[in-house]
């Protein structure tokens, strides 16, 4: 069964970038969409933005310009790019699966999520 | 952008009995071409990322007990635990896939009471 693993830095330093890859295991990156999504401690989900294999992307434009989702078919991964990072981005970083058939589905695979923190 | 308000924040409820969330988007998430609605229920335990339970706001997961349950259409949605388990503690949110930007309700809280 297809299982996501998120891997990168613990600790980012503000103005600086965040950046994350989520590899994807027990499966195809191709045919599909992927997402992050974004969990601020002891506060609620916040979709981030996705990406299509293809690599066409949209983005949540409550993190205005700050995102750059981009794709590696050939290492079956995904990766996130978030910059001028500042305290407001601390937070536990999911990537999921999004279902895309024939019209947009739900999230049915998530990696278990890794902390980021943002501090100098 | 679609807002999701979910209530209440928290609840508690005696094992065993019936414990009801309550979803409403600001805008319908029922689609008229194909009549379904997009509306998506989650539980995340702590430590865990979200577990899909409930997709069409009514469609259980497979693997998912069915004492959870969803109902609703347009902007008034609601998941039901229909006999409240141990294991059942946990947050619990609506999402919307609809629209872009995909959007998730505040959560609420169920605890034992």
């Known amino acids: 069964q297809v299982q996501l693993q998120e891997s990168g830095p613990g600790l980012v330093k503000p103005s600086e970038t965040l950046s994350l890859t989520c590899t994807v295991s027990g499966g195809s990156i191709s045919g599909n969409y992927w997402s992050w999504i974004r969990q601020p401690p002891g506060k609620g989900l916040e979709w981030i933005g996705y990406i299509h294999y293809s690599g066409s992307t949209n983005n949540n434009p409550s993190l205005k310009s700050r995102v750059t989702i981009s794709v590696d078919t050939s290492k079956n991964k995904f990766s996130l790019k978030l910059n001028s990072v500042t305290a407001a981005d601390t937070a536990v970083y999911y990537c999921a699966r999004w279902l895309y058939s024939s019209g947009p589905h739900h999230f049915d695979i998530w990696g278990q999520g890794t902390m980021v923190t943002v501090s100098s | 952008d679609i807002v999701m308000t979910q209530s209440p924040d928290s609840l508690a409820v005696s094992l065993g009995e019936r414990a009801t969330i309550d979803c409403k988007s600001s805008?319908?998430?029922?689609?008229?071409?194909?009549?379904?609605?997009?509306l998506a229920w989650y539980q995340q335990k702590p430590g865990q990322p979200p577990k899909v339970l409930i997709y069409?706001?009514?469609t259980r997961e497979s693997g998912v007990p069915d004492r959870f349950s969803g109902s609703g259409s347009g902007t008034d949605f609601t998941l039901t635990i229909s006999s409240l388990q141990a294991e059942d503690v946990a947050v619990y949110y609506c999402?919307?896939?609809?629209?872009?930007?995909?959007?998730f309700g505040g959560g609420t809280t169920v605890e034992i009471k």
């Open positions: 069409w706001a009514s």
């Open positions: 805008q319908s998430v029922l689609y008229s071409s194909n009549n379904k609605n997009y």
């Open positions: 999402q919307q896939y609809l629209t872009t930007p995909l959007t």
